[in-house]
């Protein structure tokens, strides 16, 4: 079994920055793609970025390019996502996903990922 544990969400202006940690455990990290979701209230989840298995490739929603950076540790099984420029429509739960795919791309459907994290909120005031 596969555990996935966000940290880092929580409340910033508007324009400030916060980066979100996700420590897996439980099968080969650095065999896998890894991304992150967020679903906002009344909204439904929506990819935000993704990254192979080696960190070579990474693939960026449009709404997040140029503000967010994805990177991942290997060695530590972690996986990070710095958010700058954080704007009010950014707030939401925030989701670590790992892929199901050995060395699989950095796909964008969440039905692709095969373990979730339980989530961090992140909150945007305006």
């Known amino acids: 079994q596969v555990q996935l544990v966000e940290s880092g969400g929580g409340l910033v202006q508007a324009g400030g920055s916060l980066r979100l940690s996700c420590a897996a455990s439980?099968?080969?990290?650095?065999?896998?793609?890894m991304g992150w979701f967020r679903q906002a209230p009344v909204k439904e989840r929506e990819f935000v970025v993704g990254?192979?298995?080696?960190?070579?490739?990474?693939n960026y929603a449009d709404f997040v390019k140029g503000r967010f950076t994805i990177s991942r540790d290997n060695a530590k099984n972690t996986v990070y996502l710095r958010m700058n420029s954080l704007k009010p429509e950014d707030t939401a739960v925030y989701y670590c996903a790992a892929g199901k795919l050995l060395r699989g791309p950095p796909v964008s459907r969440s039905d692709e990922y095969a373990y979730w994290g339980q989530g961090t909120q992140v909150t945007v005031s305006s």
């Open positions: 439980g099968r080969t990290f650095d065999d896998y793609a």
């Open positions: 990254i192979s298995w080696r960190g070579a490739r990474t």
